[in-house]
């Protein structure tokens, strides 16, 4: 006999609703070995903006500012004590509010009663210790550590090795200070580990951590070769390595974790090759190798095998070769930088296939805890873009940058269709012929520089339309003729702009022959108007006597020489 059990849908999930609440949505008071933890901890510090510890009263220190408890133990898990100041820009910041904002004071080893501590953030403050205080290395049970930019240098502590469930670690104190290590082995230990930022050496061992994603080792004087076993890290995204004193070639390993989309290894001295493995890495995105000691030509996968990049910076190399027409399968390019290497040849002529450069349509991958910064050369000096105050401002930047190499020819009409283009610099080359006379496209230009090379024929109108335009070059050329005037060029008033190039006259260089008005008088316009002015007075001083003269004999004399018309005259009058 088959036995049917009825089980009511309604009565399970309120079983079930009241299951949850019972088990997980009740939060646990806070333990008071704790609560007399944390408030030790507070008396260490002093808050001038009175805003972090204003809620640190009462019994239930899980509704504190910055603490979170676990729901079911009541355990102290979490203590966020960041700084979140969010105007850091010192053009639109308020000082005294800034200045209030930072937590100071020493950081008291209470702390090592929260054994159930798992996330700890106290970075951007300014604390009073030299260096990171030993005791962090024994809050075994944490899994994120942010201590950033709030201590002024001193040596990384070893014990933080000890910290084996760590998944984020960041210790970056550029440019409030110099933390380091000398010694880089403890980290061997973290196999855990999925994001790093610190400063130091960089021990082989590091290849160790199999978890690893970021890896953020920029502004140090890290020197040695970079670690070469790549093959083990096969989830690794961001590999920024950038500001050191690295040497040795580029590990031909780096093109075996596919998963790679970040590499920065610029302002270093790596030599060699750009490795052909890299063509491996298909989600590729920012490559900057800049400002190293790199030799051989412009590898033809970037666009032939690799379509995604936004970054794509070499400049300060000793890249040679022609720019391959690959380039310009590069759809979501922002950034070009190839200036300052011996690249020859001619520019291509297929730059309006830059899709994001044309539409301005913009695909850019925020990536969550990277703080990616990239320094752009424009308006003659340097600009460094990145994340500030939480927000991502790279992703703005637009930019073309070609100078100082070997180029020829003509620069292409087709630049003219990169209307979402925000700098760009040809700079001493080679190019010849005209400036394109559809310039005024590019709406979008604030930096122009075509100097120190051998252009000629007029300066295009169109060049007027550049209503952003604020910086502008282009001296040492061939160019004649007339400067053409327009509101932004007004302001624009520098004669350098247009030095060397001794056809060329208008404003803001002396006058052209044509104006009729000699250009060494420093006011010719107001002093031709005075002749002028004393000209047309005695013209109407002239005809104002001979118009009398004319008048008076015309209608007095015929009167006198004709009697029979003097008679008439005189009785019509004489009948009125």
């Not at 590990?251 to 974790?257: A, H, R, T, V, Y």
């Not at 005209?434 to 300066?459: Q, V």
């Not at 316009?525 to 005695?538: V, W």
């Not at 001979?546 to 004999?553: A, E, M, T, Y």
């Amino acid at each position: 006999m088959d036995i049917y059990v009825y089980c009511n849908p309604l009565i399970v999930g309120f079983l079930l609703l009241l299951y949850l609440c019972l088990n997980t949505g009740s939060v646990k008071s806070c333990m008071e070995e704790e609560r007399r933890a944390l408030l030790t901890f507070k008396q260490h510090l002093t808050d001038p903006s009175g805003s972090k510890f204003s809620s640190w009263v009462g019994h239930e220190c899980c509704r504190w500012r910055g603490i979170s408890c676990n729901n079911r133990t009541g355990h102290v898990s979490k203590l966020d004590l960041r700084n979140t100041y969010t105007y850091s820009d010192e053009h639109y910041r308020n000082d005294t509010e800034y200045e209030q904002s930072f937590l100071r004071g020493k950081l008291n080893p209470s702390l090592l009663a929260l054994n159930h501590l798992t996330y700890l953030d106290l970075s951007a403050n300014e604390f009073q210790e030299i260096h990171i205080p030993n005791f962090i290395g024994q809050l075994t049970s944490l899994r994120y550590l942010n201590l950033s930019h709030s201590f002024p240098g001193g040596e990384i502590p070893p014990s933080l090795g000890n910290l084996l469930n760590l998944n984020y670690l960041d210790l970056y104190s550029y440019p409030y200070g110099a933390v380091s290590s000398k010694n880089l082995n403890w980290l061997s230990h973290l196999s855990s580990l999925k994001y790093l930022s610190l400063e130091g050496t960089i021990p082989p061992s590091i290849c160790d951590m199999l978890y690893m994603r970021v890896l953020s080792l920029r502004n140090n004087q890290l020197t040695g070769e970079f670690p070469h076993a790549w093959s083990l890290w096969s989830n690794i995204e961001v590999v920024d390595v950038s500001h050191n004193n690295i040497s040795g070639n580029i590990p031909s390993s780096l093109g075996i974790p596919s998963s790679l989309q970040v590499l920065k290894m610029n302002n270093n001295n790596f030599g060699g090759e750009i490795p052909f493995s890299l063509q491996n890495c298909s989600e590729l995105t920012d490559i900057d190798l800049g400002g190293n000691k790199l030799t051989g030509k412009l590898p033809s996968w970037i666009g032939s095998k690799l379509y995604e990049f936004q970054i794509l910076q070499l400049r300060s190399n000793f890249l040679s070769g022609h720019i391959p027409q690959q380039l310009c399968n590069l759809q979501n390019l922002q950034i070009l930088d190839l200036a300052n290497n011996n690249f020859s040849g001619t520019i291509p002529t297929c730059l309006n296939n830059l899709t994001s450069l044309v539409s301005g349509w913009r695909s850019w991958l925020i990536r969550g805890t990277y703080d990616e910064q990239t320094t752009i050369i424009s308006k003659g000096r340097e600009l460094e873009y990145g994340r500030t105050d939480y927000v991502q401002t790279l992703y703005l930047v637009t930019s073309i940058d070609l100078s100082s190499n070997n180029l020829e020819g003509e620069v292409p009409e087709e630049i003219c269709s990169l209307i979402a283009l925000g700098s760009l610099n040809l700079s001493r080359n080679q190019l010849t012929g005209k400036i394109p006379a559809e310039i005024g496209n590019l709406t979008k230009l604030e930096n122009f520089d075509l100097s120190h090379n051998h252009l000629t024929g007029e300066i295009p109108q169109s060049i007027s339309s550049l209503n952003f335009l604020s910086h502008l070059n282009l001296s040492y050329n061939k160019l004649r003729g007339r400067i053409p005037l327009g509101n932004q060029l007004q302001t624009l008033d520098d004669p350098s702009i247009y030095e060397g190039n001794p056809s060329l006259c208008g404003f803001p260089l002396n006058k052209c022959s044509g104006d009729g008005i000699p250009s060494e008088q420093p006011y010719p316009a107001e002093d031709g108007k005075d002749h002028e002015d004393d000209n047309g007075k005695l013209g109407f001083y002239i005809s104002a006597v001979l118009g009398f003269v004319v008048g008076f004999w015309g209608v007095c004399g015929t009167l006198i020489m004709n009697k029979s018309w003097r008679y008439a005259y005189f009785q019509f009058f004489d009948n009125m």
